[in-house]
């Protein structure tokens, strides 16, 4: 029952790096751009919204609301400002430009709200522990909201890429940016909606983050380090991809845990990289995977 | 206009130059015997710099892999060190030897994350410097975040050490950039260069993409093993928070695209500019860092060959020479570098077979 729950636990906890490795997924896919600042901004969503409903004496979910559209204009700056220029220089200029900012955006918030760690447990009353029992089991209601938003945002990422006709540009521009301009679409315009939606899910992995669990301005790193694990773990690229590599990485950390807790972690990257070389020694480079991750998405 | 050519790697200028560097390298020797304790400190830091931009540039700059993971080697360079020192190997070598540890580090681990695209061996780096991290934290004479000393400088007097260690990092210093010079300067040297400009390109006449990277790899964790060594000597005390963070690789990207990503005078521009920075606004903290920050943004974007490979083209200046120049009879050497940078007019003026595309 012990390990029962542990794996239970895993599982729960990989919505939330399913969630998390969404955004990181899906600017990848569509603009082949990693986003070395992904799990800073998280955290600066996290952030927005905590200064946002304590500013406004509203509810979490009030401030949370207000958060995402927010986060979506950032994506706007941020494509504009940094992503849409360090593209003309080749592959690695939009890494090391990302990892700038990523070095900004902590630093910013350093000075800004201290090291203190924060959380919005105690603003969300009850659900911050609310569970439901079964046995010996105990399922917290806040982390299965966390893997229901999780199951939302891939989904829903799944059918407005395949059913609608942003989606349809969005997939144009990501697989021929040329033909999709000469065909009538504002490519940049695109771009920049591709990368508003990407920050809205990764205020959604903030917010889930500070609610779940805690953060601080320096919680980026590992952010993105889960993220980037859950996307390479689960392969394919595809909801279930995504959300099994999110699991995987949940399970692995909280089977290790158990056994040990410096074990957590360290199991969590040794899965990690079991599965990279497995993947690399059995079905050809991950780049053709990489390259099958982009058909999918696009 | 004449056909007559002659392909030349050094130029009078670059001669002086490199001889000049040269003598500088012997003369800073004598340092400890001339300058206080405070400057031949600062001096050992600035080695340290530059060791940590002219590595991370050979990764980057001449093999094209971006690392956000190189503290990984910083830090097993310095733990490595300790191991050594604790099982009671003289405490120079035990620093030397963890330096070389670092690139032996590189190679066992290079037969996979090689085969990583871009992004993926970006952060595929730092993932593994996380866990080695978390792993060398338990090692029960690291104690955790706690972590330890090299005991064995404390048998040294202050002012011996203090020698010693600067000597040592002069060492490592020069020795790893003489063997980037020498390495880029042969065969396999052309091949990197050629990898630099255009990958694919290489590939198809022929050279070995996969070997030059394994050996700019190794040779960038052995300079970043090293440089940890010697920050260790200086400071003494070891905790696995400190070496194997991620500012480290801040620090080596500020210096390598400030000064110059792909070329090799560039990085040690920029480790002095950094170590000019560090001493002026370091103790403004977190403000220094988004300045470091930005500044790296900054010149990413609008400058991404950096003040050096701005110069470079502006006029001319190549002061250690690791390419050619195809000098045409007849034209003033200077005009025709600057030149063959901006245009590629039939026939080529002059042109320098490392020409960035």
Known sequence: MFWLNQILQGILLGGYYALLAAGLSFLFGVMRVINLAHGSLAVLGAFIMMVVYQALGISPLGGLLLMLPIMALLGVALQFLIIEPSLKGGALVPLLATFGLALICDNVLFSIFGADTRSFAADIGTLSYDSWNIGSLYISKLACLVFAVALLVLGGTQLLLSRTQIGRRIRATAEDEDAARLSGVDTRLIRAATTALAMVMVGLAGAALGASGSFDPYAGGPQLLYAFEAVVIGGTGSLWGTLIGGIVLGVSQGVGGAINTHLSQIAGHVVFLIVLIARLYQGGEISAYLRRLRVRFA | ?357
């Open chain 2, 1 to 357: 206009m004449t056909e007559t050519y002659k392909v030349q790697r050094w130029t009078s200028r670059s001669i002086v130059s490199t001889a000049l560097i040269a003598a500088l390298q012997f003369a800073l020797l004598a340092a400890p015997f001339v300058f206080s304790a405070n400057v031949v400190d600062h001096l050992t830091t600035l080695f340290v710099y530059v060791v940590l931009a002219i590595t991370w540039n050979a990764l980057a700059g001449y093999g094209g892999l971006v690392s956000v993971g190189q503290q990984l080697f910083f830090g097993f360079g310095a733990y490595g060190a300790i191991r050594l020192s604790q099982a009671g190997v003289p405490v120079y070598a035990a620093l030397a030897l963890g330096g070389v540890g670092s690139a032996v580090l590189a190679l066992i681990v290079s037969s996979f994350m090689l085969k990583l695209r871009a992004g993926e061996f970006a952060i595929g780096m730092w993932v593994l410097a996380a866990l080695v991290q978390l792993l060398v934290s338990l090692d029960p004479i690291i104690q955790g975040a706690t972590g330890t000393s090299l005991l064995a400088l404390n048998s040294f007097a202050p002012a011996a050490r203090r020698a010693d260690t600067y000597w040592f990092g002069l060492v490592a210093m020069a020795g790893v950039a003489l063997l980037l010079f020498l390495l880029l300067r042969s065969r396999l040297g052309a091949a990197m260069q050629a990898i630099r400009d255009n990958e694919e390109a290489a590939r198809s006449v022929g050279v070995r993409v996969q070997l030059a990277k394994r050996i700019m790899f190794v040779l960038a964790a052995l300079g970043a093993g090293m440089a940890g060594a010697v920050w260790l000597a200086t400071s003494i005390s070891f905790q696995p928070n400190t070496y194997f963070g991620v500012q480290w690789t801040a620090y080596m990207i500020f210096m390598t695209l400030v000064g110059g990503i792909g070329t090799f005078e560039g990085p040690i521009l920029g480790a002095v500019l950094f170590f000019a920075v560090e001493a002026a606004f370091g103790a403004e903290g977190v403000w220094y860092l988004i300045g470091i920050g930005a500044a790296a943004v900054g010149f990413a974007l609008l400058l991404p060959q950096g003040i050096w490979g701005w110069m470079e083209r502006r006029y001319a200046l190549r002061l250690l020479p690791v390419g050619y120049v195809l000098k045409l009879q007849g034209v003033d050497a200077g005009r025709q570098h600057g030149f063959a940078r901006r245009s590629v007019p039939p026939p080529p003026a002059a042109m320098r077979i490392s020409e960035q595309s």
